[in-house]
């Protein structure tokens, strides 16, 4: 996987995750299925991003490592 793919998996990550919330939401307020029935399907996406960040190896950003910046 080149540097160009690695750049746009951390691009998507945050967008993906805003748009499944806010379908989750969509669905909560027009359908009969309430947030409670549907909350599961952010955990998987949250693995999928995670497993795909695994295998392309992207690691979280350096700002979110516990430790990175603060008082020392």
């Given amino acids: 996987m080149n540097a160009n ?9 945050w ?3 805003l748009i499944t ?8 307020n027009f359908t009969n299925y309430g947030f409670n ?10 693995g999928l991003l995670s497993l795909l960040g695994r295998t392309t190896g992207v690691g979280p950003s350096p ?10």
């Fill in 37 to 46: 029935q549907t909350w599961p399907v952010l955990l998987i996406v949250f």
């Fill in 21 to 28: 919330l806010g379908t989750l939401f969509a669905l909560n």
């Fill in 63 to 72: 700002g979110s490592r516990p430790g990175a910046g603060g008082a020392r």
């Fill in 15 to 17: 967008p993906v995750t």
């Fill in 5 to 13: 793919d690695v750049n746009l998996l951390r691009a998507l990550r």
